[in-house]
Antibody, heavy 119, light 107 residues
Framework: QVQLVESGGGVVQPGRSLRLSCAAS????????MHWVRQAPGKGLEWVAV????????YYADFVEGRFTISRDNSKNTLYLQMNSLRAEDTAVYYC????????????WGQGTLVTVSS | DIQMTQSPSSLSASVGDRVTITCQAS??????LNWYQQKEGKAPKLLIY???NLDTGVPPRFSGSGSGTDFTFTISSLQPEDIATYYC?????????FGGGTKVEIK
């Protein structure tokens, strides 16, 4: 069965960096686009970024403002989110999600990893 | 960006009641609209895709309808296990956007 397991979250000071990982299994990872979606404490869902199945196309939410980079290693079945210049408002649970097709809907989500940006 | 306006933001209903949530898009999104259920402390779960298609294993008391800009999500007979927050999501255009959520509670 499809499994997505995020890791890399933690407490980080404003302005610092963090890299999240999402280990995928149970499907042909290299055939699917992948997304990051976040949820601030007590708030709603907010889409962050998408990467195409081959890593050649990437798209980001406006609030990223060049600070985050989505990437993938299909040889390791792993998705990444490099987050730089972190702000307090980036505090959230970050979920990775498997695209069903062409940035449509998410049948499979990870359990999430909490990022807390605080001094 | 396409804005998704979901209402109400919360509701309280009795077991067995019919519950309806609406989602309005800021522009025509055809039927590119999905609904998710999120229980406390858990990842979201897809319930309905393409406005009206039930995902595999989802109970038939859940349903969705609509196209264009106006969409409806219905629980025909509310059950205790349906306590959750429900979100709509459009995929007509990137960035993908979600509604603000509707928290459903038992009266």
């Amino acid at each position: 069965q499809v499994q997505l397991v995020e890791s890399g979250g933690g407490v980080v000071q404003p302005g610092r960096s963090l890299r999240l990982s999402c280990a995928a299994s149970g499907f042909t990872f290299s055939s699917y686009g992948m997304h990051w979606v976040r949820q601030a404490p007590g708030k709603g869902l907010e889409w962050v970024a998408v990467i195409s199945y081959d890593g050649n196309k990437k798209y980001y939410a406006d609030f990223v403002e060049g600070r985050f980079t989505i990437s993938r290693d299909n040889s390791k079945n792993t998705l990444y989110l490099q987050m730089n210049s972190l702000r307090a408002e980036d505090t959230a649970v970050y979920y990775c999600a498997k695209d069903q097709y062409s940035s449509s809907y998410f049948q499979h989500w990870g359990q999430g990893t909490l990022v807390t940006v605080s001094s | 960006d396409i804005q998704m306006t979901q209402s109400p933001s919360s509701l309280s209903a009795s077991v067995g009641d019919r519950v309806t949530i609406t989602c309005q898009a800021s522009q025509d999104i055809s039927n590119y609209l999905n609904w998710y259920q999120q229980k406390e402390g858990k990842a979201p779960k897809l319930l309905i895709y393409d406005a009206s298609n039930l995902d595999t294993g989802v109970p038939p008391r859940f349903s969705g309808s609509g196209s264009g800009t106006d969409f409806t999500f219905t629980i025909s007979s509310l059950q205790p296990e349906d306590i959750a927050t429900y979100y709509c999501q459009q995929y007509d255009n990137l960035p993908l956007t979600f509604g603000g959520g509707t928290k459903v509670e038992i009266k």
